[in-house]
């Protein structure tokens, strides 16, 4: 299934073994929204990703500042947009409110905060619901319980994981399997050009188990898209909100060797007619095994540029040996 609009088709791709579809790619409400751009930006960014194609946006119960303000925020969009057309995900994980139920993977804490979540969106049920982090503390049965609680209560329409690397993916898996809980349909790990854990940790187990898989920071955070090469923008979060999801100067230093890898990338996109974020997400998405990359976006312009890379997906053999040869891989 796919969705024009222009010359750019918007592709969909089908969830592992569910029978739920997802864009190739969606939008991650992270920072950038119900915090750092003000509301009649992240409308436009948001009504504009909609109309070419883009049917799934991504928050988390922490997302933005205050913790929740994204949720928030969108819930008022989602008003203008025709809800039986569009996916919602949100999570809960992290710190989210004070005293010993506020952090983790235990039931209360996850229950609580789906229905604290659904309240922020104005929704009766989210369409997929995530446990966002491991918890070590927490025994992975009663989280996944809980997963399953709230897909059986009708609260969440799916369930999914979030930064859980194989071996606990597989166990989280089988405990599934065995105790005859929800199943999860979906996986997020980080995943980029500059960071493959992914295809050790997480695609092998996926692509075997039926689970869909997609990819947050793409972009390295802005590094993939150029944005550093020259020390921090004056108009990057880093410099306008310290704190606020952004790279610090602290951070640009230690990442000196990926800078200097999306330099030597650049010329490699532009022989391909892409720009370096786009490159970067098209290669994502040359795995099957990839249902979607998520983005996030500042301006309308930043978010056309990144959809436009579904335009060229394809890659010659010698242009993947040429990537990986730019990236120190091989």
């Known amino acids: 299934m796919t969705t024009a609009t222009g010359s750019v088709v918007m592709p969909y791709r089908r969830c592992g073994s569910s029978g739920l579809l997802l864009p190739a790619i969606s939008l991650g409400l992270w920072q950038g929204m119900g915090s750092y751009r003000d509301e009649s930006v992240a409308r436009d960014i948001i ?56 952090d983790g993977g235990g039931r209360k804490y996850l229950i609580q905060s789906c229905e604290q979540s659904l309240k922020r969106l104005g929704l009766d049920q989210v369409d997929l619901f995530y446990s966002h982090r491991p918890d070590p ?42 105790r005859g809980f929800a199943p999860i349909t979906i996986h997020q790990p980080r995943y980029s050009l500059l960071d493959r854990r992914a295809e050790r940790e997480v695609l092998p187990t996926t692509g075997v188990r039926g689970v869909g898989v997609i990819a947050f920071s793409p972009l390295e955070q802005g590094i993939l898209a150029g944005r550093y090469r020259n020390g921090l923008p004056p108009d990057s979060r880093a ?50 095994r990839v249902t979607s990359v998520l983005i996030g976006a500042s301006t309308v312009a930043q978010l056309d540029e990144n ?6 997906l394809a890659f010659t053999a010698e242009e993947l040996k040429e990537i990986d040869r730019a990236c120190g891989v091989g």
């Open 239 to 288: 410099v306008q909100n310290q704190g606020n999801g952004g790279l610090t100067r602290e951070a640009l230093e230690k990442n000196a060797a990926k800078i200097e890898a999306a330099r030597r990338l650049e010329p490699i996109a532009a022989k391909r007619g892409q720009t370096l974020a786009q490159l970067s997400i098209a290669w994502l998405l040359k795995d099957p």
């Open 137 to 178: 503390e927490t025994d992975l049965e009663e989280t996944l319980g809980a997963l399953d609680h709230l897909v059986r209560q009708g609260k969440a329409l799916y369930a999914g994981l979030s930064n859980y690397p194989d071996p606990r993916l597989t166990r989280a898996l089988d405990i599934v399997q065995h």
């Open 47 to 102: 009504l504009r990703a909609f109309a070419r194609g883009v049917t799934h946006f991504d928050l988390a119960n922490n997302y933005g500042t205050p913790a929740g303000a994204s949720e928030s925020l969108f819930g008022r969009i989602l008003k203008d947009l025709p809800r039986e057309q569009i996916v919602v995900s949100t999570k809960a994980g992290h710190r989210m409110w004070p005293g010993p139920y506020g």
């Open 307 to 312: 959809l436009d890379a579904v335009a060229n």
